[in-house]
Nanobody, 129 residues
Framework: QVQLVESGGGLVQAGGSLRLSCVVSGRLFNNYAMGWFRQAPGKEREFVAAIRWSGSNTYYADSVKGRFTISRDNAKNTIDLQMNSLKPDDTAVYYC??????????????????????WGQGTQVTVSS
């Protein structure tokens, strides 16, 4: 069984930065995608970014490209999301997820929530204007 625990959320002013972290435990396969999603009130859960558990392949939603960076530390079993130049529209609960297969081709990156089998409990990010 895979477990994920997010941390690092909080309240920040527009233009500020936050770093989210996801601690992963359990058995992971090299071709698993490690994803970050977010869900704002009244909206569907949406893809933010993903990185393969093995390798350097990353993929970002257009809305965060150039502002957010996803990274992985296999020694610590963590997936981090560095968020810079935050906007009020980035306000949401952010979730870490895995269990979706991804062989590294960018256009084949799993971006739909139903493709992921394991989820964390989420961490709130609020960006004030």
């Amino acid at each position: 069984q895979v477990q994920l625990v997010e941390s690092g959320g909080g309240l920040v002013q527009a233009g500020g930065s936050l770093r989210l972290s996801c601690v992963v435990s359990g058995r992971l396969f090299n071709n698993y995608a490690m994803g970050w999603f977010r869900q704002a009130p009244g909206k569907e859960r949406e893809f933010v970014a993903a990185i393969r558990w093995s390798g350097s392949n990353t993929y970002y939603a257009d809305s965060v490209k150039g502002r957010f960076t996803i990274s992985r530390d296999n020694a610590k079993n963590t997936i981090d999301l560095q968020m810079n130049s935050l906007k009020p529209d980035d306000t949401a609960v952010y979730y870490c997820a895995t269990g979706a297969l991804w062989y590294g081709i960018a256009l084949a990156c799993p971006t739909r929530p139903r493709q992921y089998a394991y989820w964390g409990q989420g961490t709130q990010v609020t960006v004030s204007s």
